[in-house]
């Protein structure tokens, strides 16, 4: 489903983000990303979103190499993509039920599936009373919650996390990491970056470690050794 | 799907705008202002040509004939000036013509009106007088007259006002070209004002607009409320700066007119209010969108 290429980052000379990268994602895996800060793996999610180009190297996504889309075809790819952030980025002027409908607006669906599908994902993570609250009304468990919700409901293929939990207390962040589980078992690939040694030794899943750009180790059950 | 695209672009953008209340305020007050400079200069430029027009008009060469002038020769003489691509027009005032203006100038006047009854003829003669499209055209058409060699030309009068004449020519091109300067100048100014303010207001929302782009909104979806924004912002400060035109023309256009001469600003307000309002609209719009264009370039590139 997804396929990292022999693909390498240089951001400028003497710099470089990641290094000869190749591994693959299968569909349905919960796959950990770990590795220090630096480790590239910020640059990875970035590569994977088309935030940003490989220096070389080719990333597929359902056998599409992302880099060779035009502007137009790349919106239609993330939509595919549900994406998590450490910082949230939900959008300020809105409110919960609107950050989540924008998603679906800006994919183009109707109205009636947008009255449906809002309440339902709201529901799903526990926010339904919270729907007209601004972000900044929020904690920053609901605001992450919030943007899990907004995530998952274009129905993506995949589910990508960059630190998600980085900013939250341990209570929230287990709830968090639950709720990933739960969506990994509902059929949806989840991509997990983090360096938090605590939930990757729980989930006991798939592990990739990265080491100053480059995989250094590739386990099934891993577990999370530096 | 397109419409319900246009439909959520538009809603996006009221709401921006409503919720952004601060911001839009600003935005719109300092539009007014750029606006409030643009809707001045066009009023200058209104008053300056009119009173140009005016005083056009006062300016005119006269060339008067002899008294035993014959007709026919007068009437060529204007055939010839009409043919002068400089002329505008030529007024004949036959000697009756002549006599009866001067009575009239002097009515109730009786030591005058009975010296002519004295003198028995008509001591006043024929003439010609001449518009001509442009100030400056005088001096060739003054040339055209001296080397024609007319039969029955007296005397032309530009001789004696050509120094005025050519004084005023050149005040009045100044004054025109100092207005044209002006209006460039003021108008680059309030342009990168409100540019700037638009740039700024954006500048806020470039991690919003980059959100966006991550969640796959297309460009234009995420474009589109900051262009009908900007559209929405020229609408209000052009409709604003309007109402604030109509007590300011109807202080300044009576004490403008007696000072420049020219015409009334609040009738010409009055009478303009609509295309007047239409201008303001078109730049504030232009303005509006152009800059949001211009500002959310730059942060949809990812």
Partial sequence: ?226 | MLATNFRRIITAALTNFWRNGLVSLATVSVMVLALFMAGSLILFQVLLSSTLDEVRDKIDVTVYFQLDAQEPDILHVKSQLEQLGEVEGVEYVSREEALRLFRERHEGNNLISSALDELGENPLGASLRIQAKDPSHYESIDAFLENGNFTGVDRVNFQQNELVFQRLTSILSAARMGGIGVSVALGAIAFLVVFNTIRLAIYTSREEIGVMRLVGASNWFVRGPFLIEGVFHGLVASLATVFIFWPITLWLGPRAQSFFGGQNLFNYYAENFFIFFLQLLAVGVVLGVLSSFIATRRYLKV
């Fill in chain 1, 1 to 226: 489903m997804i396929y990292f290429d022999n693909v390498s980052k240089k951001y400028n000379e003497g710099s470089v983000a990641l290094e000869e990268v190749s591994f693959t994602i299968e569909p349905k895996e919960f796959v950990s990303i770990v590795g220090q800060s630096g480790a590239g793996k910020s640059t990875l999610i970035k590569l994977l979103l088309a935030e940003e180009r490989p220096s070389s190297g080719k990333i597929f996504f359902e056998s599409q190499d992302i880099h060779q889309l035009s502007k137009r075809e790349i919106p239609v790819v993330r939509r595919k993509i549900g994406t998590i952030f450490q910082d949230f980025r939900l959008l300020p002027t809105k409110t919960a039920y609107e950050n989540i409908a924008f998603a679906l607006e800006a994919a183009g669906r109707d109205d009636a599936e947008i009255a449906a599908d809002v309440p339902h994902v709201l529901d799903l993570v526990g926010l339904s009373d919270r729907a007209d609250y601004f972000p900044h009304e929020l904690s920053g468990g609901q605001k992450q919650r919030v943007a899990i919700a907004r995530a998952l409901v274009n129905r993506p293929e995949v589910l990508i996390a960059d630190e998600a939990t980085g900013n939250l207390d341990p209570i929230n962040t287990w709830e968090i990491v639950r709720l990933f589980g739960k969506i990994n078992e509902l059929g949806t690939t989840v991509v997990l970056a983090t360096h938090n040694k605590d939930i990757i030794d729980t989930i006991g899943k798939r592990v990739v470690t990265l080491e100053n750009g480059k995989v250094v180790r590739d386990e099934k059950r891993g577990k999370y050794v530096l």
